[in-house]
């Protein structure tokens, strides 16, 4: 049974509540059920609510109208951390003064110190601002029309992982250890950070196959679990032995908390840099996977599947890659047929 849940019968139906938060939560499926599931996890992860102290008319508590609002909450599980960083951050800044003196030059002086990527995350939360401070009427014209993005320059990507790097991490985290069933959990599955705390046991379905949609995209991606693997089952067989038995999910704290997302990508690295691996990084492993199954011959269609991509352009690269370095090996290219393995 799933932990902090309060349970209620009145008249013969048990309501279900989250002890921290007192949300209720679905009451007409099983504890086990994805929806269930979800609607827990939406609970552990959510913050205390705090009464507003901000003076009535200011940027700060129109930012606390907004933070409360559902615009916000309708933002992906991924997205919402993002946003709510830069408009805490705006709060901080605005905290004296009048919503209605804002300014687009206002603005274009919060960006200036900041890093084109900040820069640029910056003014979509500035803009979500002005969206939402537009529809209440709280404002009548936009201050964040015309303010334009930074340039950004070219930026390196993150550090693709080698087999190599995968033995160093197995050789400092065996089997058993928090740390190697998220290594596994990610080169196996690709999966972002936001989605891999959230993967279960509920989410594999009778054919064999976990499924789950991706909070950055929306797009639903398919993972073989206990179904064959286009003979990769073999990279498969650590995490088999890995997963743990009766959990909600399969990344726990070791309280049995569920894991957040900057949490577990700092700890995921630091692990990384325990086992000699500098500058290794989740995302990294998400890059391994494409690649291996790249190199392995898979179809476009099953790289799309399997990492939940929806264009060509997103597979193409890893595609190229591989097939170069076979002609240089003295390899075979391999037809890839988008609709075949």
Same mark, same amino acid.
């Given at each position: 049974?799933?932990? *902090?849940?309060?349970?209620?019968?009145?008249?013969?139906?048990?309501?279900?509540?989250? *002890?921290?938060?007192?949300?209720?939560?679905?009451?007409?499926?099983?504890?086990?059920?994805?929806?269930?599931?979800?609607?827990?996890?939406?609970?552990?992860?959510?913050?205390?609510?705090?009464?507003?102290?901000?003076?009535?008319?200011?940027?700060?508590?129109?930012?606390?109208?907004?933070?409360?609002?559902?615009?916000?909450?309708?933002?992906?599980?991924?997205?919402?951390?993002?946003?709510?960083?830069?408009?805490?951050?705006?709060?901080?800044?605005?905290?004296?003064?009048?919503?209605?003196?804002?300014?687009?030059?206002?603005?274009?002086?919060?960006?200036?110190?900041?890093?084109?990527?900040?820069?640029?995350?910056?003014?979509?939360?500035? *803009?979500?601002?002005?969206?939402?401070?537009?529809?209440?009427?709280?404002?009548?014209?936009?201050?964040?029309?015309?303010?334009?993005?930074?340039?950004?320059?070219?930026?390196?990507?993150?550090?693709?992982?080698?087999?190599?790097?995968?033995?160093?991490?197995?050789?400092?985290?065996?089997?058993?250890?928090?740390?190697?069933?998220?290594?596994?959990?990610?080169?196996?599955?690709?999966?972002?950070?936001?989605?891999?705390?959230?993967?279960?046991?509920?989410?594999?379905?009778?054919?064999?196959?976990?499924?789950?949609?991706?909070?950055?995209?929306?797009?639903?991606?398919?993972?073989?679990?206990?179904?064959?693997?286009?003979?990769?089952?073999?990279?498969?067989?650590?995490?088999?032995?890995?997963?743990?038995?009766?959990?909600?999910?399969?990344?726990?704290?070791?309280?049995?908390?569920?894991?957040?997302?900057?949490?577990?990508?700092?700890?995921?690295?630091?692990?990384?840099?325990?086992?000699?691996?500098?500058? *290794?990084?989740?995302?990294?492993?998400?890059?391994? !996977?494409?690649?291996?199954?790249?190199?392995?011959?898979?179809?476009?269609?099953?790289?799309?599947?399997?990492?939940?991509?929806?264009?060509?352009?997103?597979?193409?690269?890893?595609?190229?890659?591989?097939?170069?370095?076979?002609?240089?090996?003295?390899?075979? !290219?391999?037809?890839?047929?988008?609709?075949?393995?």
């Amino acid at each position: 049974m799933l932990p *902090r849940v309060h349970r209620v019968r009145r008249g013969g139906t048990i309501y279900k509540y989250h *002890r921290r938060t007192r949300k209720e939560l679905p009451r007409d499926v099983p504890e086990d059920d994805p929806r269930f599931v979800a609607a827990w996890l939406a609970e552990e992860q959510r913050a205390p609510t705090v009464r507003s102290r901000s003076l009535a008319g200011t940027i700060a508590a129109a930012c606390e109208a907004y933070l409360g609002s559902r615009s916000y909450r309708e933002l992906s599980d991924g997205y919402r951390p993002v946003i709510r960083r830069h408009v805490e951050r705006i709060k901080e800044q605005g905290e004296k003064a009048l919503l209605k003196d804002l300014l687009p030059r206002h603005i274009r002086a919060d960006l200036e110190p900041l890093s084109p990527p900040v820069a640029s995350s910056r003014l979509k939360a500035w *803009r979500k601002l002005a969206e939402f401070w537009l529809l209440k009427g709280m404002l009548d014209a936009d201050p964040s029309e015309g303010v334009k993005r930074k340039k950004m320059g070219k930026v390196a990507g993150f550090t693709e992982w080698t087999a190599e790097d995968l033995e160093a991490f197995r050789a400092r985290w065996p089997i058993g250890t928090a740390q190697r069933l998220a290594l596994e959990l990610y080169q196996w599955t690709g999966a972002r950070c936001v989605d891999v705390i959230r993967l279960g046991p509920q989410m594999v379905g009778r054919d064999g196959v976990l499924t789950y949609v991706q909070q950055k995209t929306g797009n639903p991606a398919h993972v073989p679990w206990t179904c064959p693997a286009f003979g990769l089952e073999e990279q498969r067989a650590d995490l088999m032995r890995c997963l743990p038995v009766g959990s909600p999910v399969y990344m726990l704290t070791e309280y049995g908390k569920p894991r957040t997302q900057k949490g577990v990508s700092q700890w995921f690295s630091a692990a990384a840099r325990e086992a000699g691996l500098e500058g *290794r990084t989740a995302h990294g492993l998400r890059k391994y !996977r494409m690649n291996a199954l790249a190199e392995h011959g898979a179809s476009v269609l099953v790289m799309q599947s399997w990492v939940g991509h929806t264009t060509l352009l997103e597979v193409q690269e890893y595609t190229r890659r591989a097939d170069r370095r076979r002609v240089i090996s003295g390899g075979h !290219r391999v037809k890839r047929d988008p609709a075949g393995a």
